[in-house]
């Protein structure tokens, strides 16, 4: 089972990227994806997720109304739009899947965003 993210790369404050990750191995339609982050010298952090059927989406309040999670479960993806970047957005950031939100079995490598000021 391999989740692979890419899309990450170098913006300007303002920008946007898209990231997206492809999961290869089994079927993810059933499974909660989600995205986290990591920071130089901080922890991971949840950034945003949706349940197998894309119905219900949470997001972290640093983030709310400038990323937007979606999946395609015919393609077994998940991106995260991510808009109007800041400086503090800049981190690697992680596409995870699991059987259920907050239980996360399967992750990807990371890619790594940085957004310049």
């Known amino acids: 089972v391999q989740l692979q993210a890419s899309g990450g790369g170098l913006v300007q404050a303002g920008g946007s990227l898209r990231l997206s990750c492809a999961a290869s191995?089994?079927?993810?339609?059933?499974?909660?994806l989600g995205w986290f982050r990591q920071a130089p010298g901080k922890a991971r952090e949840f950034v945003a997720a949706n349940t197998w059927s894309g119905d219900s989406t949470y997001y972290a309040d640093s983030v709310k109304g400038r990323f937007t999670i979606s999946r395609d479960n015919a393609k077994n993806t998940v991106s995260l739009q991510m808009n109007i970047l800041k400086p503090e957005d800049t981190a690697v950031y992680y596409c995870?899947?699991?059987?259920?939100?907050?239980?996360?079995?399967?992750w990807g490598q990371g890619t790594l965003v940085t957004v310049s000021s």
């Open positions: 191995g089994r079927t993810f339609s059933t499974y909660a």
């Open positions: 995870a899947a699991g059987i259920q939100l907050g239980i996360w079995t399967y």
